[in-house]
């Protein structure tokens, strides 16, 4: 219904308001302005050739177009290819597509799209696709041999073409058959101005290489052939070269073998070089004017081409036989007849060419057809070929055929052109309401009674079989006696004076019209298109088409096997003297072949519109579509479409476009199609005599009330559009909010969920925490009544080991120095184990003692020994100890080595002297001092003078009973002696001595080893000093200077007391 919609114009002219001849055209031209090429007529397309490529049929396009239906798309050739393809396979329906125009409209155009949709749609298959490539490959040969350049169209076919393609049950093709009508074979001799022979000369010439050129005894150039008009060799947009190869590889797809390609190339190039033969004045001996051939080396040539004998050849072109029942007489030819039974030579064979090119196509594309075998007609046409009645097949027909003509000066041609035209209109009215006719019935409709004009009167006009234009023609051609053009016309006038669609300049006199256009030698038909004016000259000559059996005889002697096939007429054996039929009356009767073969199918048609006289794109002459439409009968076409009722629809289509006009049937109609129809079309209030309702079609009068329908449909559409707008609005938001809902919902339990997980997991760390508590809170309790003594101490012990453990790693890796000096420790890092770190540090010590004492000499070891004793004796009692210790305990300060008078005061076997030094003695009566020697040995303390060592005193160390000292810083000490020796008797020795300390230590240490007593020394400041006077006591005091110096001043006190002062 696309028809009806945002369409250009109106796409269906039945719908066009007003309809008058004008509105139609500009209906036409502003669809064409628009790129709308298509538009329809029911289902009858108009065409107006485009002249440009319109990107409208690629695979989409077909795509689309198969899968819809008729009205569904703009319309479209490729819409009624489908629609007639679909009736052909789904209702065994066999179709026939009747393409109608003028030269250049776009025909051939049409009749190819149409065969390359229906190749695309159907089956597929290897065979299939090979059959399909051989009827698509037909195309260019048949354009090469039977399209020329004309004026009016680059590629005008001229001839008329009719194809069967055949199809199984399945609708893939199986083959097809071609009928070929009237080629201009006028045209393989002469040409216009501006147009050309056929394509098939050109191409030869350009695409042939120089060997094939030279094979065929051709040169390249077009100039050197008669045949071909030397100024229009190129045309702007056709590549020769390159079709020729194209025609090559056509041929061979469709099955010619290489033999047959060079043979047909052959019999073209004979048919260039026959327009070479020159032919001359001669005279016979009698004076007879006769002809004669310029130049031998041409015929010589064609004979060498074709196997001919050259003279023969010569001999037929320029003499005739003529043949009776009784006799042969020979007669020689003038010029011009010669150059007449030249030409007609030239175009026999090229259409008897033609003919067998045809023919062998359909040999190869044709599929279980009956062979055509009736043999051959006197031209070298076939008989059209029959569909095998075999297998049930479904053909499709396309007709591609000239249209009605109307040039400047109509001859035969243009006459039996219209008269096909005259025919063709003459199908498509019976059919069309023949159609509506049946359609009116079976819907139950009465027939509304349509006023058309019936163009059967002209047809009979022509084609009675004895009193038609071209019976006439026939008597005319047929009868003994002059015959010539105008008797002819003659009898035309005589026989049609009363006809009134016949005219002529006698007619018109005898109605008192005075009318220039017309000749005197022209008769005048009234078409249904239009009124044509046709000269008669040569009417007689072209009707009887006659070829010289001479020239049909020299041809079938040739020796080329395709030639001599072409004139099976020339075998002696075969001829008769019965004529040929003429070309008007075979022209009829191929016409009322098709029109047979056309009534037994249904009908498409296509009209095709040339839009201007120059080929050029996008420029529509109103004028000249306004003829092209009259001859059509474009609007007689929709008048017979819209005589009863415009327009019809079946019920369901109708009623779903239309069924949102009613509340009862929108949005749901559960009834039945038509019921619902009649309430849509009732609540719309039409008037009845508007709509008919058929059985399954609602017929609608004018086109006015469709339109209201549909101006009603788009209202509510719009109504409609709003609904569905708001309805979809409402939809989106609500989906939207319940995504953003159930998003939020999503998003809030898993905020939740975590939350409540954290707070679980928070729980339940806390209920651990509590259970721990608890069950160390029962633990303890448990511990407490059944473990708590015993787990202490281990766990003390535990810790404290490893603090222990600790305390004591740590120590070892941080010893302090090993140097006896050095006094530092480390510090207990807890006070339990201060006792232990003063142990360890002892230890530590004593082991430090041990080293440094291990690594001493025994000489270090006795003075030590010394330091020892003499610590052990005096450390903390007396003053003088402290200066004492650092000082070495030398012995000898009185330098016994110099001294040997001391030495030998020691008395031999006592060894060394311990102790040797100066002392000072208190003199114990007045206290004053004197310096004495002291001397120590192993045995004894010797006392001796000074000045005179001979005085000595030797006391025994065994007769000493004790030693007294003070604790002052002094030097003072007194020997006390044991009263029992013999020494005693002098009393206890008061002595000073300055190395006090050593001295004593020594005189102990002898004392003990001599006599393993251990001498008491006593640190007193009070001690008695006993001699034999009796006892004097010894009072040491300090001085006021605190004893620091040790000096000492004595002074006695009475007899019986010594004060001595420690300064
Ligand atoms: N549908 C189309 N799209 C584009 N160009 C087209 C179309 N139809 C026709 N033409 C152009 O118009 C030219 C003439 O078309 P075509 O040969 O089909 O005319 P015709 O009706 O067969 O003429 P004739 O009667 O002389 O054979 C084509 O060569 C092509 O250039
Ligand atoms: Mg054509």
Redo the contacts with the bound molecule.
Sequence with gaps: MTLLEGSVGVEDLVLLEPLEQESLIRNLQLRYEKKE?YTYIGNVLV?V??????PI?DLEFVAKYRDYSFYELKPH?YALASMAYQSLRDQDRDQCIL?T?????????????VMSYVAAVCGKGEQVNSVKEQLLQSNPVLEAFG?AK?I???????FGKYMDIEFDFKGSPLGGVITNYLLEKSRVVKQLEGERNFHIFYQLLMGADAELLKALKLERDPGGYAYLNPDTSRVD?MDDDANFKVLQSAMTVIGFSEEEIRQVLEVAALVLKLGNVELVNEFQANGVPASGIRDGRGVQEIGELVGLNSVELERALCSRTVETAREKVVTALTVTQAQYARDALAKNIYSRLFNWLVNRINESIKRGLATCAEGWSSDGSFPPLQVGTGEKRKVMGVL?I??FEILEDNSFEQFVINYCNEKLQQVFIEMTLKEEQEEYKREGIPWVKVDYFDNGIICNLIEHNRQGILAMLDEECLRPGVVSDSTFLAKLNQLFSKHSHYESKVTQNAQHQYDHSMGLSCFRICHYAGKVTYNVNSFIDKNNDLLFRDLSQAMWKARHPLLRSLFPEGDPKQASLKRPPTAGAQFKSSVTTLMKNLYSKNPSYIR?I?PNEH?QRGHFSFELVSVQARYLGLLENVRVRRAGYAYRQAYGSFLERYRLLSRSTWPRWNGGDQEGVEKVLGELSMSSEELAFGKTKIFIKSPKTLFYLEEQRRLRLQQLATLIQKTYRGWRCRTHYQLMRKSQIVISSWFRGNMQKKRYGKMKASALLIQAFVRGWKARKNYRKYFRSGAALILSNFIYKSMVQRFLLGLKNDLPSPSILDKKWPSAPYKCFSTANHELQRLFHQWKCKKFRDQLSPKQVEVLREKLCASELFKGKKASYAQSVPTPFHGDYVGLQRNPKLQKLKGGAEGPILMAETVMKVNRGNGKTSSRIFLLTKGHVIITDTKNPQAKTAIPLSSLAGVSVTSFQDGLFSLHLSEISSVGAKGDFLLVSEHVIELLTKIYRATLDATQTRLPVTVTEEFAVKSKEGSLTVKVAQGPGGGGTGKLSCKKKGSRCLEVTVQ
């Design positions: 090429i065409s050739n485009p002249y440009q490529p319109l049929y050739i393409i125009g003028e030269s250049g409209a776009g025909k051939t155009e049409a009749s190819k799209l399209n004309t009016r169209n680059n590629n005008s076919s001229r947009g591609d000239y249209g095709c040339k080929q």
